[in-house]
């Protein structure tokens, strides 16, 4: 039982519990939160597996930005509490058995497969890699993805804007 | 003229063709359509008969490629014999004065139109079913024949008994219909063609089985059976008088009924070629006529009374091509067409004058309808066999040819049957024209366009006996190739006339003379006569009642066994469509958790395969 | 150290239950975060197989910003969206939203 074992049980919890309590909880702000440290744990595993840069990135966007972007949705939906009347029975059971099943399979493949065991050298400032390889190798991509948030920026703004000035 | 032979059934065609676009728009103007046509048609039919008058003009055929089926060729074509070409004549000219004479007797029916294209309909499938060349097509128009009868039938369908008139004319005649088809059958499957002119080389070659032969002539016989109302599937014909009395004249006298008989005659060869067949064909022809006749003596039906003449005499022409009489049964055949279509018009006449088929209601309408007297006294004359008309020359030679045939019994059935011709003729005559009126109608004498085509028909049923003396009997056969000429001793001439008279002086003693009508329930013999012998009884009692027994049995197998197998597919199909309908709630969620089960079901399907194989 | 199933096992399960709360939830909002739920799931194993992969290397890494990107946009769209409906219909639970029945 090294540090880096309880380091990983900590996180995996945190990811983990947080997506169940995200399922459970009633109200809509407490799940919104609760999601919000499902994502914090991720950014531990991110961590452990030397990738800092992109647990920082998740730190700032998932728990920073999305989850705050959500609980402001809530807000302004004005939409507090699931609704509990609607009961679907054999929607929830189907759900769930076809959830579950997925899962199973997925672990019955990782568990059922063997994977290598060294651990890459990536480098030793992971910041300076992802650079490197982003700007040179992958800069069409980069640039389309700035392309892309920038339709997305203009499509949401266009979608949420109100219609009484037509 | 001969290779154009088949614009003759085509002119009927485009005839039904206009009248069902145009019909309605024409109106009786209609008429004009028809008649034209059939000018037309009989223009062209006179044509041919005229050049294939000569003695020595070779049977015409023309086929075309149909069907080829393995190393079997089915052909279409036409065909001008001289048995063809005189059909052609007989039924274009009688169809014509139909058509004219309908023109008066059908002004103001709503459906006049209607009436019209049943009557091309009918026209065109009679001219095809005459000159077709081989046993397939001719079937092929030998139905559209019936069902052009069924429409004619029934045309006023309004009228319960029309209907089922119509209904009785279509299933009995199919009954003779499927011997036909049958018989058709086995000959291709045994010959391996369905021509005239194949089958009767095979047949003379030997190449059949003389068993063989006969099964299948018989079988054609029972189809002819069906189409001339030959005992014991003649009910329909009577029942047919309910359809209208021009289609009376046309169909049930001159041309359909005539086609069983044409079609034995065409196929002669075959029935000449087994003995058994001839003598079933002269038994059963014989029967008919007196049995008919019988029936016909004490009728009141004006209309009736001709319908078993006519069965009667098919009889005759069954029975003179039993007796090897091919000659006699075509010529009566020809003869008959004529004066049978005119006593049907006639009785069309008087019914369109006192608008009633009694005979009992009618009395003295001589006075007034002069024309109609005259022609219906020619045609009654002609039918009784008076010496000098049609139908003596006809029935001679009947005669000859069954008393040469050695059937001595069918040869004294055949006079009997002769006299009561006379007889229940002049019984219609004189209740109908002479004495005092029992009617109150106020009778006038038909317009010009019924009596000028009466009277055209009386003037055939006058001199058509007389091409006896030119030749007919040397031309019909092709010089004797299908038949022998008959020759018979002189007495059965006179005989023969002492019939006739025999007849009319029996009909004026008991009718002309003091003109009164029995009253009263008939009894004994009248009385079985008067119901036909009882057979539409006898037929719903061993056919009809156990038929609608085992119908019953089947609608209640039917509405609870098959019925409940429906209603179960129903409602599986139901219930699955509620399933899918369900799925179908317009919700994403449910759409993606089908998606996912998919999925699902199929990554199970897969690793599962891989685990056990 | 801890061997790469562990990381993979972690991203399953999450991945899992990202997918029954799509299924299942009945909030806008709830579903729209059950989808970022798994995109991090395969961002675990993205980055997971850029370290102990068999040709482990940084392009790994690389996907997973452009991952990020697309579920940000996708975020601030299905947001949008959301207050659209909400604005149009006065809710947001996806089972009232059964316009693709008709």
Redesign the interface.
Known sequence: MTGEYIAFFIFALMAISGAVLMLNLDRVIHMVLSIGLSFIGVAGLFVLLKAEFLAFVQILIYAGAITIMMALGTMMTSQHKEDKKLKRKGHTIFAILGATIIGLILLNGIRTTSWPNEAANLGEDNVIEIGMAMFTKHVIPFELASLLLLVALMGAIVLAKKESDK | MLENAWLVPLFPLISFVLLVAFGRQLKEGAAYVGIVSLLSSFIVALGILFERLGHDAENYIQNFNWLTIGDKTLTVGFEITPLNALMLFVVTLVSLMVHIYSKGYMHGDERFPVFYTYLSLFTFSMLSLVISPNLLQAFIFWELVGAASFLLIGFYYFKPSARSAAKKAFIVTRIGDLGLLIGISLLFWQVGTFEYAGVFEAVEQGLVEPGFITLTAILIFIGAIGKSGQFPLHTWLPDAMEGPTPVSALIHAATMVAAGVYLVARTFPLFEASETAMYVVATVGGFTAIFAASIGLVQNDIKRVLAYSTVSQLGYMMLALGSAGFIAGVFHLFTHAFFKALLFLTAGSVIHAVHTQNIKEMGGLGKEMKITRAVFLIGALAISGFPGLAGFFSKDLILMSVYESGHVTLFWMALIAAVMTAFYMFRLYFLVFSGKPRHNANVHESPKNMTIPMIILSLLAIFAGYIEFFGFGEWITNNGVIAEEVEGPKWIMYLSIIAAFGGIALAWLMYGRDNKVKTGEPRGLHKLLFNKYYIDELYSTVVVRPYTIFGYVLKFFDKYVIGGLVQLSVWFSKAIGKIGSRL??????????IT??G??LL??SL?AGRLLG | MVPLNAYLAVGAIMFSIGMFGVLNKKSGIIVLLSIELMLNAVNINLIAFSRFGFYGNITGQIFTIFTITVAAAETAVGLAILIAIFRNKGTISITDLNIMKR
């Open positions: 179908q709630n317009g919700q994403v969620q449910a759409y993606g958790l996912i089960i999925l699902v990554l199970v690793t």
